[in-house]
């Protein structure tokens, strides 16, 4: 019998004795479900964490609400999103939505995470927000208020803090980073290096979002092969930033500048620039839950290529615009983004380019979630292919870039949770 099926076979009778030993050690009197959380004097919380955060630790932190394992359980359902602000740090944005009893009784809190915090500062930082935003639903608890206490600290404006007053920034938002690193590995018949370094400088307020960043990669490969070495070197440098201004609510626009250097690409030197207007749907302000968005670019671009292209040019300018709609929803139901992208150059409608993006994770019903992820692109502008054919080396090491006319990626899986309404309580052991 095939070793795979054996293994398989034996799972099932060691998953059967884990849930035998689990029910037997159940109380004999569970308690009474019949009532909601609410009527039993608990308040019952159903924590929507995407990875990133830290549910154990909100657990822990917040002992005194129920967790339970789907949001058709609970009187709050928390929804917890981020949004980047550059190397600036991130915007934590924690919506409380009340059901049941608390039908309507919705809040929404922010917390500012800067760059310089430690991921247990932040999650210290939206645990308290957290901690704030239950309280309303505590207190309408018989029995709970007497368990909840505020501090207050007393106002750090007019206690004249240093730093506490936005004139008293000398960096005037500006966030600066210096990143650098490389690995390297050796046998006897291949080695290779690797190497990445760059800098970002950021500045994001609600006026101004800019960014410039300089990077370098090289990469080095060394084969033995019947006595001989065989030496490849690519590489991949650049510099790409915006200068993005907020004209209204819905407005804003900017101008967004990339120049390439890469053997992959064939690209020598590359210089890209492009203003951009953007239209938004909703307010920005509502970014963090919904938004949907329409942008627009002038496209202009001089290449001066490594080989020949397949067009039989070595240097060439070219203009094009693309055009960009795009729309993101996280609700209390699941997440969905979703958009689509073309562009094409002026000279030839023939040199365009499709792209159709998405991305959801959709609760279908108690307990069952679908998400599906695929992104696919129609490809017909690929001026940058060279003329002279690629060696097999190149193509199985992937050194330049290859012809096609499209390109998938895709995913698609599914969650079922089934048993016990209450989440599992933290356990930190072994």
Same mark, same amino acid.
């Given at each position: 019998?095939?070793?795979?099926?054996?293994?398989?076979?034996?799972?099932?009778?060691?998953?059967?004795?884990?849930?035998?030993?689990?029910?037997?050690?159940?109380?004999?009197?569970?308690p009474d479900t019949s009532r909601t959380p609410s009527?039993?004097?608990?308040?019952?919380?159903?924590?929507?964490?995407?990875?990133?955060?830290?549910?154990?630790?909100?657990?822990?932190?917040?002992?005194?609400?129920?967790?339970?394992?789907?949001?058709?359980?609970?009187?709050?359902?928390?929804?917890?999103?981020?949004?980047?602000?550059?190397?600036?740090?991130? %915007?934590?944005?924690?919506?409380?939505?009340?059901?049941?009893?608390?039908?309507?009784?919705?809040?929404?809190?922010?917390?500012?995470?800067?760059?310089?915090?430690?991921?247990?500062?932040?999650?210290?930082?939206?645990?308290?927000?957290?901690?704030?935003?239950?309280?309303?639903?505590?207190?309408?608890?018989?029995?709970?208020?007497?368990?909840?206490?505020?501090?207050?600290?007393?106002?750090?404006?007019?206690?004249?803090?240093?730093?506490?007053?936005?004139?008293?920034?000398?960096? %005037?938002?500006?966030?600066?980073?210096?990143?650098?690193?490389?690995?390297?590995?050796?046998?006897?018949?291949?080695?290779?290096?690797?190497?990445?370094?760059?800098?970002?400088?950021?500045?994001?307020t609600r006026e101004w979002k800019i960014r410039a960043?300089?990077?370098?990669?090289?990469?080095?490969?060394?084969?033995?092969?019947?006595?001989?070495?065989?030496?490849?070197?690519?590489?991949?440098?650049?510099?790409?930033?915006?200068?993005?201004?907020?004209?209204?609510?819905?407005?804003?626009?900017?101008?967004?500048?990339?120049?390439?250097?890469?053997?992959?690409? %064939?690209?020598?030197?590359?210089?890209?620039?492009?203003?951009?207007?953007?239209?938004?749907?909703?307010?920005?302000?509502?970014?963090?839950?919904?938004?949907?968005?329409v942008a627009y670019k002038i496209d202009y671009a001089?290449?001066?290529?490594?080989?020949?292209?397949?067009?039989?040019?070595?240097?060439?300018?070219?203009?094009?615009?693309?055009?960009?709609?795009?729309?993101?929803?996280?609700?209390?139901?699941?997440?969905?983004?979703?958009?689509?992208?073309?562009?094409?150059?002026?000279?030839?409608?023939?040199?365009?380019?499709?792209?159709?993006?998405?991305?959801?994770?959709?609760?279908?019903?108690?307990?069952?979630?679908?998400?599906?992820?695929?992104?696919?692109?129609?490809?017909?502008?690929?001026?940058?292919?060279?003329?002279?054919?690629?060696?097999?080396?190149?193509?199985?090491?992937?050194?330049?870039?290859?012809?096609?006319?499209?390109?998938?990626?895709?995913?698609?899986?599914?969650?079922?949770?089934?048993?016990?309404?209450?989440?599992?309580?933290? %356990?930190?052991?072994?």
């Amino acid at each position: 019998m095939n070793s795979s099926i054996i293994k398989q076979l034996l799972i099932i009778p060691t998953f059967v004795v884990y849930v035998s030993f689990s029910f037997a050690h159940t109380n004999p009197n569970p308690p009474d479900t019949s009532r909601t959380p609410s009527e039993s004097g608990d308040l019952s919380v159903f924590l929507d964490l995407k990875r990133w955060a830290d549910k154990d630790y909100v657990r822990q932190e917040v002992p005194i609400v129920k967790y339970v394992r789907d949001k058709e359980f609970a009187d709050v359902h928390i929804i917890l999103s981020r949004h980047d602000a550059g190397q600036a740090g991130t %915007n934590y944005v924690i919506s409380f939505t009340g059901r049941g009893k608390f039908q309507g009784m919705n809040n929404e809190l922010k917390y500012w995470s800067a760059a310089t915090e430690t991921d247990h500062e932040s999650r210290q930082g939206y645990t308290k927000m957290i901690k704030i935003g239950l309280a309303p639903y505590l207190a309408n608890i018989e029995g709970m208020a007497s368990n909840i206490s505020l501090d207050y600290k007393q106002d750090s404006l007019r206690e004249g803090i240093p730093g506490s007053r936005k004139g008293d920034d000398p960096w %005037n938002n500006w966030i600066f980073e210096i990143y650098g690193g490389g690995y390297f590995d050796s046998e006897q018949t291949q080695n290779s290096l690797h190497i990445r370094y760059g800098f970002y400088a950021d500045k994001v307020t609600r006026e101004w979002k800019i960014r410039a960043r300089p990077y370098f990669n090289y990469n080095e490969r060394n084969y033995s092969i019947n006595g001989d070495t065989v030496t490849t070197i690519t590489h991949r440098d650049g510099f790409d930033g915006y200068l993005i201004k907020s004209l209204t609510e819905h407005w804003s626009a900017g101008v967004f500048t990339d120049m390439l250097s890469s053997t992959f690409h %064939n690209m020598n030197f590359q210089v890209e620039v492009s203003p951009a207007i953007e239209y938004s749907f909703f307010p920005y302000e509502q970014a963090t839950r919904r938004s949907i968005a329409v942008a627009y670019k002038i496209d202009y671009a001089y290449n001066d290529y490594i080989k020949e292209t397949v067009f039989g040019k070595t240097k060439e300018t070219l203009w094009g615009h693309s055009l960009v709609f795009s729309a993101d929803f996280r609700q209390p139901w699941g997440t969905i983004e979703a958009g689509i992208e073309a562009s094409h150059h002026f000279h030839d409608f023939h040199s365009n380019s499709i792209e159709f993006f998405s991305q959801m994770d959709i609760r279908i019903f108690k307990g069952l979630s679908l998400t599906l992820e695929a992104d696919y692109e129609f490809i017909n502008n690929l001026v940058a292919i060279p003329l002279e054919n690629l060696s097999r080396e190149e193509i199985l090491l992937e050194q330049r870039r290859r012809a096609t006319n499209y390109q998938f990626e895709g995913h698609i899986g599914f969650t079922y949770t089934f048993g016990s309404d209450q989440s599992a309580e933290y %356990n930190p052991r072994l």
